[in-house]
């Protein structure tokens, strides 16, 4: 394989996709030496296949606003590969949606699953409808819709939403209610679901926590403590509330939450009183990050992301490619020695470049931010059981797959001066076992 080539060739035929370009690219240039060890996969042109999606849902979604308006939003769905489990990712509900978009989510999720050990294969969907601003009575119109037309290709042995930006218990909820009454079937077909409803407790933190789980392993391999550190986070919703939980039980300070708007500086630290007041803004109020800086008299930035403030470890929690090349020049000046991604994507090929010319720990989402779909298999695992286990036994499980991943990454991406290089060592792993699943199953 020269990846390169399959690269260039992707760009031709998709050519207005730079998300999924962009993913690709980085997976192949780090998989390339592993892949041409193995002359069969190349026979079997193992990398198009692995690289082009199973299969892309399309479908109009129309429902009537508030006012009595019908509007019209895209529905999608990648199904991406299924040779380990079933189809597994989130949907995302957000103006800024398309197609390259999911399907660079789709690539990276059918790594991130295998690297859970569990058995599900990679999906992504959603749509450009924003929860934003709509009423309760609208979302939940929307998520009917929506499901209207989902409901006929997923399945809890075929493919099982959850999640992710613009997606929370809310939607999930009306999702999941829609899907019953279409099939008059319960069944799990979505995770991330309310807790009374067949949910899995710690499914909501997973994904911050497993991000700072992961991080604590990074840090270990240097001898440091996370405890005194000074933290930078963006984002202020699912995942950036429970990285900033998580950090605050550990005695790390958090300096920096954001939204879409702007982001907050408080150098006294996000207290838990402070972030309860965060979780009520964001998840009931629905109100902007600004509000909070009005309340605890601390500096608000408009338009700005948080990056170029001082401290010693980042932790990007909102959207794809929102560290640049920029950005990442300036946590390197300023000292930083951890960035670990819970959200996916968030940093640039370049920004990626400076932070491993520079040495530091620094591990991409697909690694650090497995928690999240690695809960939702485990509430799959629960709904199967028709059982659910208790938080401790659900964080311990969590625990104990951020650790697998460290030390699979560590395996296959320590390079000979010693330094961890997570992406290889992510990719490498994710990559044999999806590779060698898809060799055994034939040309199919
Ligand atoms: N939920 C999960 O379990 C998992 C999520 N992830 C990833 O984590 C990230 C965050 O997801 P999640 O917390 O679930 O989503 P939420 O919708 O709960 O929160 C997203 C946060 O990011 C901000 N944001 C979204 N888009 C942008 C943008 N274009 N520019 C700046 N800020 C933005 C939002 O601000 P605003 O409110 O203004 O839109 C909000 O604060 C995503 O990359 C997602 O793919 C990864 C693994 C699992
Ligand atoms: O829990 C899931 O199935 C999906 C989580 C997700 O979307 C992600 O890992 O990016």
Redesign the pocket.
Known sequence: MNAVQVVENLKQRFPNEPEYIQAVSQVLGTIEEEYNKHPEFDKANLIERLCIPDRVIEFRVSWVDDKGNVRTNMGYRVQHNNVIGPYKG?LRF?Q?VNLGILKF?AFEQTFKNSLTTLPMGGAKGGSDFSP?GKSDAEVMRFCQAFMSELYRHIGADVDVPA????V?GREVAYMFGMYKKLTHEWSGILTGKGIQFGGSLIRPE??GYGNVYFLVNMLNTRGIDIKGKTVLVS??????QYTIEKCIELGAKVVTC????GYIYDPDGITREKLDYIMELKNIERGRIREYAEKYNVKYVEGAKPWFEKADIALP????N?INEEAAKALVANGVIAVSE???MPTTPEAIKIFQDAKILYSP?KAA?AG??AVSGLEMSQNSERLSWSREEVDAKLHSIMNNIHENCVKYGTEPDGYINYVKGANIAGFLKVAKAMMAQGIV
């Open positions: 989130g957000h800024s989510l934003r999640g992710d930006i613009g929370g997973a994904t984002g202020s919703g699912n995942v950036a954001s939204d879409s708007d929690s909102a959207t794809q929102e819970g959200a996916n989402g931010n999240g779909v």
